[in-house]
């Protein structure tokens, strides 16, 4: 009697250990279970709903937050019955797209989520099957959905449509996002006896322009912004899928960034720093260095042109990413979806609406020429009553807009650990890129260790 | 030839004691310039040419004030100044308050768990902020006190190292002060008022500065407070990084314009504030 009680009192421990392991707090679903969400109804025009918009946007003064508040400012006067709160991630980080899910998980547990939230898609697998994001074909029908996608005159570029699916629904209306570009120095090239009107087109022409940088000017040759932690992964996808490789198998059951293509891809990377093409250094050095004219070229997102256009001013250019001999480019996507956390069925229809009209032509519209995002809405750059004449003045966004067509999601990595498998790829790259690390047994070391922390049977 | 010999050494004492002097010199020249050129390089690059902001001379020419006035364009500079004026202030009065009630009690009188308590009081300060962030976080959130600056006032009100310094300071008052002033009839509220707090003054200014610039610096726990605005000068400075890059031209501007007061603070007060540091044994 007196060992069933001790064996009840010790289970309920252990039971209650566990429960308060979870970190999240009573509130959150349990891992794995699905959300089952029922039809939401409209809203009714006297019906006064508050929500909580949580963006990165925010969280950076200048255009940014003017951009997104005189936006929030449209929405309120086309909807008085809705009122809407921004707020950035709460956080101390640098840079506040790093603190989002932080920032979502701490008002979670305080029990007071954001109703709309801006996350990237490296965090896609964690915002849906931790977060539980709410799937949007439940809340409002795969029709809807589908419509907004279409939009009043302006589709979604069809890549970009599904970079928020998840098992087949919907559950992330992409937002904002730019893929790799290769920026160039015009000046520099000049001086090189490079001609600036033909940008090289594959990674060995990238090395043979960046040793005659170095050579003939004294000034780096290239930096390529996708091989350390600090840069994430968004672009390294985007080296590895050019070249055949992947890091994680389609099934989602197992990781492959130590397989031949990827492999070889690294290498190939190791190669320019061994050959004196790129030099060692971290992401600020690199982007900053670009910015003040001591870099010929760069691989980077669209979301510093701004930064690299104060520093270069007309000597900025821009091209395609860079092909391996022979292969096709497959560049990926950085950037971020809307998704919803709102429980309440007004709040979750609120929550709609305000994603459709930030995902609108009129938002995007705005947003491009203030911000200098990429309007995902592609067509909207021949209209000329649109995006064309914003277009013609900012020829740079030409090989971003043109990449759209061929290009593949940032595939985020699986489970509650899915950040460590990530930094521990790219802490692996690095070593093997700057740090002179044998790429093969350096990765496959990484990728052993990282197979771990894949749930089991994948997802 | 005796006073010759002791000429001789007088002669290398005196070199030797130059030379260490000049070698000590040098030294702290070293030292300040190490410490001193980070702040120099802060107003250098506020004060470049917008096209200069990337440049690495270390004379910013052609002089521009530009980049403060981008800073006061794209962010309420002088809302958060006031802001964090506030914040500082109200915090050091606070925790001077709670820490003065505290250590009059502790030294004062003799009761139960005296120890005990003291101990559990200067035990606080051993726990790590990160510890009792998220419960503050919560609390604050059921008293719908977040995104306001009584959130971010209201949980620092309790200074351990206030109660442990005035502590101190109390144990070492002349009792006989206290007795005459209760034999005079006076409550023990009014001896603290008109005898304890006058006497005490230079520690609690001294106290007070180090409390007030370490509430100015305060970053951590506004950056969780404030989610829905940027109302202290610190957030501020923040919301010039992001992932579109640092505009370093606005941010040094700001934080230059940040150090300002308490710089300020520090040439007035600078006696105060030393005095301050060398009682709390803080470096």
Redesign the interface.
Known sequence: MRRKLLAAVGAALALTTALAGCGLGGETPAAGSNTTTSRIPELKADQQVSIVF?S?NF????A??DTFNELIGKFTAAHPNIKV????????S????TDTIP?IQ?QM????PPDVAQLGFSDLDFTINELKAAPLDDLVGKDEVQKNFDGAKYPFAKTARTLGDWGGKTYGVPFVFSTPVLYYNADLFTKAGLDPAKPPKTWSEVEQAALAIKGKTGKEGVYVDCLTKGSKDWCFQSIARSNGGRVISEDRKALSFADGPTVEAVTAMQKMVKSGAMPNRNQQQG??GF???DFGMIVESS??Q??FG??L?ENLKSAAMPAFDGKPVVPTNSGASLFVFAKDPAKQRAAWELIKFLTSEEAYTTIATKIGYLPLRTKLVEDPAGLKPWADKNPLIKPNLEQLDRMEPWVSFPGPSYLQIRDGMMSAVENSVFQGADPQSTLKTAQDAAAKLVPEGGR | MTTEGAVDVEQSVGEGSRLRTVGGHAVLIVLSVVCVFPIYWLYATSLRA??D????SVLPWPLSLEHYADAFA??DILRMLINTTIVAVLTALGQLLVGLLAAYAFAGWKFRFQKLLYLMFVGTWLVPFQVTM?PN??LL?RLDLL?TLAGVIVPTLCSALGVLMLRQHLLGFPKELLEAARMDGRSSWGILWTVVVPTLRPVLAALGILLAITAWNE??WP???L??S?DVVQL?L??????????WG?LMATAGLTCLPVFLLYMVLQRHIVNAFVRSGLK
């Open positions: 949580e990165y969280g950076q003064a200048g940014w937050t709160t921004p707020q950035k991630p709460q956080g101390n640098a840079n506040p797209a920032s701490a547990a305080a029990g007071n982007t900053e910015a003040r004219g979301a510093l701004g930064t104060k520093g001013k | 917008p096209g902001v990337y440049s690495l794209k962010a998220m976080y919560v959130s995104n970053y951590f950056a969780l407070v989610q829905r940027n501020g923040r919301s010039f990084m992001g992932t579109e890059g640092n505009d606005p």
